[in-house]
């Protein structure tokens, strides 16, 4: 069994900074692309940033230049470092992980739990 853990949500001022974390563990082979996405009330799931094992990154436009995605491979975590935020950034966000289980033959995408992040004043 694999397992996504996010942490680090909360409520947070316009302007102001979060880091999520997100911690694979398990019957874990290898790990390809990690990433995050959020999804709002009334909205569907998006992309938000994605990295792969190689450390490419790609993100969705509305976050560039104030969110950064990094990963530590040897910890099986990956960070979001989110600054100047938004009201209209405020969503659950999500760990998305591909990766080679060492009980199964193939890939598989594992989510997590989600954690909340309230861009208010």
């Known amino acids: 069994q694999v397992q996504v853990v996010e942490s680090g949500g909360g409520l947070v001022q316009p302007g102001g900074s979060l880091r999520l974390s997100c911690a694979a563990s398990?019957?874990?082979?290898?790990?390809?692309?990690m990433g995050w996405y959020r999804q709002a009330p009334g909205k569907q799931r998006d992309l938000v940033a994605r990295?792969?094992?190689?450390?490419?990154?790609n993100y969705a436009d509305s976050v560039k230049g104030r969110f950064t995605i990094s990963r530590d491979g040897a910890k099986k975590t990956v960070y979001l470092q989110m600054n100047s935020l938004k009201p209209e950034d405020t969503a659950v966000y999500y760990c998305?992980?591909?990766?080679?289980?060492?009980?199964?033959?193939?890939?598989?995408?594992?989510w997590g739990q989600g954690t909340q992040v309230t861009v208010s004043s």
């Open positions: 398990g019957s874990i082979f290898s790990i390809y692309n």
């Open positions: 998305n992980v591909f990766a080679n289980p060492l009980t199964e033959t193939g890939a598989y995408v594992y």
């Open positions: 990295i792969t094992s190689g450390g490419s990154t």
